[in-house]
């Protein structure tokens, strides 16, 4: 499986972003797909995940009503729209996808990456 994200970007505070990962390959192994997020001299931390069929989706506590993940099988995207962007939002996104069971948060369980779209939040 092979991912790329993109939409990141430059903006301010109270704004919204649109981040898109674009999956290819053996996009039917998929059984869930993540976004996770890596800030300057932090560790990456989980954001939000969604079940590639059914549809449940899962967040962190710190994004929960700002942040929306969705997917579109048909294209074998998946979104995450970003609003109300903090400054501490600022980070690289990456999106990841997994092909066995297992916790959505634990970056362990997710085989596939991309390179991860920079999300810049200026206050």
């Known amino acids: 499986v092979q991912l790329l994200e993109s939409g990141g970007g430059l903006v301010q505070a109270g704004g919204s972003l649109r981040l898109s990962c674009a999956a290819s390959?053996?996009?039917?192994?998929?059984?869930?797909m993540g976004w996770f997020r890596q800030a300057p001299g932090k560790e990456r931390e989980f954001v939000a995940a969604?079940?590639?069929?059914?549809?449940?989706?899962y967040y962190a506590d710190s994004v929960k009503g700002r942040f929306t993940i969705s997917r579109d099988n048909a294209k074998n995207t998946v979104h995450l729209q970003i609003n109300s962007l903090k400054p501490e939002d600022t980070a690289v996104y990456c999106c990841a996808a997994a092909d066995r069971d297992g916790l959505w948060v634990a970056r362990s369980r997710y085989d596939y990456w991309g390179q991860g779209t920079q999300v810049t939040v200026s206050s």
């Open positions: 390959g053996r996009t039917f192994s998929i059984i869930n």
């Open positions: 969604i079940s590639w069929r059914g549809g449940s989706t």
